[in-house]
């Protein structure tokens, strides 16, 4: 299937057989198996899913806004774990709707997907509705300016609970520069901010995943039981958090829309 420029497949994990993995022009974007929806196959997934498991107590549902919709991994994922959560996809791209629909098992049904953009369906939500949002959008395996500024992330702000947490997963390369400036953005915003991710990316000896973990309360989140559960990961991560972010992220500063006009 084509999709704009871009052509979309699911194929069979050859390891796994109930694994599916959605592609775009060849490239892995998104991965389900389609018995067991707790399996997280991509590193990153895990990464946030580790956020969502230490945000709240095991079991209780969740209000989540996931902007990105791929294949589904983290609403069917959170459907599982936390059953009865109210969730919100949000997929700018038709193709990539339809395609999941026909190959893949449906969506639970406390999941709503919808079209459109990720600004706008942040901009028109509720103040206050989400515990959760999940920002993964990319367009030619780019963040989209629009989702990566100033004003966007004061959106998502606006529209988490007291306790809520944005989740963003961005694609990086030495020497982080994108990265760090996301970790400004979020910080002019955020009342505390978590990075998330392979301790190789922070060496500068690979292309891969930054999770980024905003707050709206300072200490939010337990970064020891964090950072020792993605330290136990098959592909072992780090937290920085406070001082530490502090040194990665110094003389970074936040993007706006001035910026990118």
């Given at each position: 299937?084509?999709?704009?420029?871009?052509?979309?497949?699911?194929?069979?994990?050859?390891?796994?057989?109930?694994?599916?993995?959605?592609?775009?022009?060849?490239?892995?974007?998104?991965?389900?198996?389609?018995?067991?929806?707790?399996?997280?196959?991509?590193?990153?997934?895990?990464?946030?899913?580790?956020?969502?498991?230490l945000a709240a107590p095991p079991g209780r549902p969740l209000a989540a806004l996931h902007l990105g919709g791929g294949a589904l991994t983290l609403p069917r994922w959170l459907a599982t774990t936390r059953p009865g959560s109210a969730q919100r996809v949000v997929e700018r791209d038709p193709a990539v709707v339809d395609l999941v629909r026909r190959r893949l098992p449906p969506a639970p049904p406390e999941v709503v997907v919808a079209l459109g953009d990720a600004r706008y369906a942040v901009t028109e939500a509720p103040a206050g509705a989400y515990d959760v949002v999940v920002g993964d959008v990319y367009r030619?395996?780019?963040?989209?300016?629009?989702?990566?500024?100033?004003?966007?992330?004061?959106?998502?702000?606006?529209?988490?609970?007291?306790?809520?947490?944005?989740?963003?997963?961005?694609?990086d390369l030495p020497p982080l520069a994108h990265t760090r400036a996301q970790v400004a953005t979020l910080r002019a915003v955020f009342a505390d901010v978590y990075l998330v991710?392979?301790?190789?990316?922070?060496?500068?000896?690979?292309?891969?995943?930054?999770?980024?973990a905003g707050t709206l309360r300072p200490g939010r989140l337990p970064v020891r039981r964090l950072a020792a559960r993605v330290a136990a990961d098959p592909v072992p991560g780090t937290v920085l958090h406070g001082p530490a972010l502090d040194t990665f992220a110094a003389g970074a500063s936040p993007v706006t829309d001035a910026d990118l006009t």
């Open positions: 299937m084509e999709s704009d420029t871009e052509v979309l497949e699911i194929v069979v994990d050859p390891a796994r057989p109930t694994g599916r993995t959605l592609l775009a022009d060849g490239v892995e974007q998104s991965y389900v198996d389609v018995v067991d929806a707790s399996h997280l196959h991509f590193e990153y997934v895990r990464r946030i899913a580790a956020v969502i498991d030619a395996a780019r963040m989209p300016g629009h989702v990566a500024a100033v004003e966007f992330a004061a959106q998502v702000a606006r529209v988490l609970r007291p306790d809520g947490v944005y989740l963003v997963n961005l694609t991710t392979d301790r190789r990316m922070l060496r500068g000896r690979r292309y891969g995943n930054v999770v980024l």
